[in-house]
């Protein structure tokens, strides 16, 4: 693994990279090694400490990070389309051969044909898929179904919404904003100000232009309740599906196959 790459004569730091998109993402998330821990006990679970896993919407490859610092024995496969995400991915994991990256646009239909593996013990998402609607992530759900083996996991944590209960949810959304602000005046930097930072960046600019022409400033998925995601997995092909994390606004959904 590399700590630094040099290109056309500017070095990037891209451990320093990782870990600045890791602070960026707890101030939205302040229990996200929560949810990832428990995505690992899942893991080894079901899969013992040498899983193949799949790293889906890898982004900088945080999952494939904590996952091989617990498990050194396993393997990643991380699959993305943004250039300037799988840029810090590959840059921190340059050398390390049990890692692989794969640029893929989920909401093509033949993205898993671009993959190295038929099988994989678990398909890790975390945080990804809420950018898209409910039916293409219904689609995404099946196409994931035929790539876990039997008796492997599927495990999404993403924001997962019940909204039978609008009291409750403006009212965590409240406490949860008020939270984030204090951090903001702490100097906590927030989705928009870690782009832009990333925009100046003499190797990142280029890849994060090209990241903005793919998908504009913001998504326009949904982000339906953890009962809708295990109803769903369930219909898309996997025996057992349920949350096994959970915090006010978001949800660790497990499925087994």
């Known amino acids: 693994m590399t700590g630094s790459t040099e290109t056309a004569g500017v070095t990037a730091d891209w451990r320093a990279w990782q870990d600045s998109w890791d602070r960026q993402q707890e101030w939205y998330m302040p229990d996200r090694e929560e949810r990832l821990r428990v995505m690992l006990d899942m893991v080894e679970a079901f899969a013992g400490p040498t899983p193949r896993v799949l790293d889906l919407a890898c982004g900088t490859g945080s999952i ?3 996952l091989l610092k617990r498990f050194p024995g396993a393997t990643s496969v991380g699959v993305d389309l943004d250039p300037a995400l799988l840029a810090i991915a590959e840059g921190t994991f340059a050398g390390d051969d049990r890692v ?3 640029t893929a646009d989920l909401k093509d239909p033949q993205w898993a044909a671009r993959l190295p593996h038929t099988s994989y013990d678990a398909v890790l998402t975390a945080t990804a ?10 689609t995404l759900y099946g196409q994931i179904a035929g790539l876990v083996r039997d008796g492997g996991v599927f495990m999404n944590a993403d924001h997962m919404i019940d909204d039978t209960t609008p009291r409750i949810n403006a009212a965590e959304r409240a406490h949860r904003h008020a939270q984030m602000d ?3 005046a702490s100097g906590a930097l927030d989705w928009a100000e870690w782009w832009a930072l990333a925009a100046k960046d003499p190797v990142l600019a280029g890849p994060t232009a090209k990241r ?3 998908y504009g400033e913001h998504a326009d998925g949904e982000t339906p309740s953890a009962d809708w995601h295990a109803r769903t ?3 898309a092909g996997f025996a057992e599906a349920r949350p096994v994390w959970r915090s006010p606004s978001d949800a660790l959904v497990l499925a087994v196959k």
């Open 100 to 102: 692989t990256f794969v």
């Open 233 to 235: 997995l369930r219909a």
């Open 64 to 66: 494939t990070d904590r």
């Open 129 to 138: 898929l809420h950018w898209l609607h409910n039916e293409p992530l219904a």
């Open 182 to 184: 204090r951090a903001k």
């Open 212 to 214: 903005f022409e793919i």
